[in-house]
């Protein structure tokens, strides 16, 4: 089965850099999750997409945005990088409306350096 | 404040039954769910409650009450395999989701 698609897998960037991370959820899915992930921590979420239009904030910075496009896809952009935003970014899928299962993709590490 | 209480850490030996429990303080529940992490993978959705009461899904099973603001999770039998961390988490509106700090089973021979 088709599961969520992440790229890259990994990523490294240095201080003040952008990043642009991208999600391509389970084909007929129509809800897109991003979360960030520090070592040792929970996912943090950061904002979320219902039929390609923003459907609630989280705790993203404002260096951050994020859209989804008409193939469904998103895409997580990231400006003025610091050494904090290194970690986990997850994006999860889902079909069954708010709080039903979430499909994880297998995530893009960042590195900061 | 919006808040998921659960243990740090949990140890069991194979074969045995283990109860993980979530206590939460959120503005808004729409519903309690619990999601498995291996070390360097990603979340793995076990299962959903909306409703009071127990959903059972093979060695898995879920228990919620609303009033008490409080679900667990348990495992039986218990592999080798289901060491892992485990993570509660509350849809509080819309599609915001809330993730508990996490439990990290250790599973013994």
């Known amino acids: 089965a088709a599961g969520v698609i992440q790229s890259p897998r990994h990523l490294i960037k240095e201080k003040r850099e952008t990043a642009t991370l991208k999600c391509y959820p389970i084909p007929r899915h129509d809800t897109v999750y991003w979360y960030q992930q520090g070592p040792g921590q929970d996912p943090q979420f950061l904002i979320s997409f219902y039929e390609k239009m923003q459907s609630d904030k989280g705790s993203i910075p404002d260096r951050f945005s994020a859209q989804q496009f008409s193939d469904y896809h998103s895409e997580l952009n990231m400006s003025s990088l610091e050494l904090g935003d290194s970690a986990l970014y997850f994006c999860a899928s889902s079909s069954q409306g708010p709080g039903g299962p979430q499909h994880f993709g297998d995530g893009t590490r960042l590195s900061i350096l | 404040g919006q808040s998921l209480e659960q243990p740090s850490e949990v140890t069991a030996v194979e074969g045995a039954i283990v109860q993980i429990n979530c206590t939460y303080q959120t503005s808004g529940f729409y519903g309690l769910s619990w999601y498995q992490q291996h070390d360097g993978g990603a979340p793995t959705f076990l299962s959903y409650?909306?409703?009071?009461g127990l959903e059972e899904t093979g060695r898995f099973s879920s228990f919620l009450s609303r009033s008490d603001s409080y679900g667990y999770l348990l495992l039986q039998e218990l592999q080798m395999k289901d060491s892992a961390s485990y993570f509660c988490a509350v849809n509080t509106g819309g599609f915001k989701t809330i993730f508990g700090a996490g439990t990290r089973l250790f599973v013994k021979a």
């Open positions: 409650n909306a409703l009071d």
